[in-house]
């Protein structure tokens, strides 16, 4: 089992930045890659982006446009997305999630980031 909790959620204005961070533990030898999803109030959940485990090249959802970015910290089972340049339709519950390729087997509880204009 893989437990994944995120925080660093919050209210920020448009034009802000804010990091989320995700603490990851249990069998953390069972996944290869963390990322994070967003789902807004009434809509499906959206990609956001997703690390490889190894330090490969992140790859995002093309609403990124270069403003998030995704790091992360091996020796704390850690990884962060920073997020600048919000716009309120950031708006949504942020998730982490841990898996394997393309597929998520494990979420945390996920994270309300509110952006106000």
């Known amino acids: 089992q893989v437990t994944l909790v995120e925080s660093g959620g919050g209210l920020v204005q448009a034009g802000g930045s804010l990091r989320l961070s995700c603490a990851a533990s249990g069998r953390t030898f069972s996944y290869s890659r963390m990322g994070w999803f967003r789902q807004a109030l009434g809509k499906e959940r959206e990609f956001v982006g997703a690390e490889g485990w190894s330090g490969r090249t992140a790859d995002y959802g093309d609403f990124v446009k270069g403003r998030f970015s995704i790091f992360r910290d091996n020796a704390k089972n850690t990884v962060y997305l920073q997020m600048n340049s919000l716009e309120p339709e950031d708006t949504a519950v942020y998730y982490c999630?841990?898996?394997?390729?393309?597929?998520?087997?494990?979420w945390g509880q996920g994270t309300q980031v509110t952006v106000s204009s």
């Open positions: 999630a841990a898996g394997t390729g393309a597929v998520f087997n494990y």
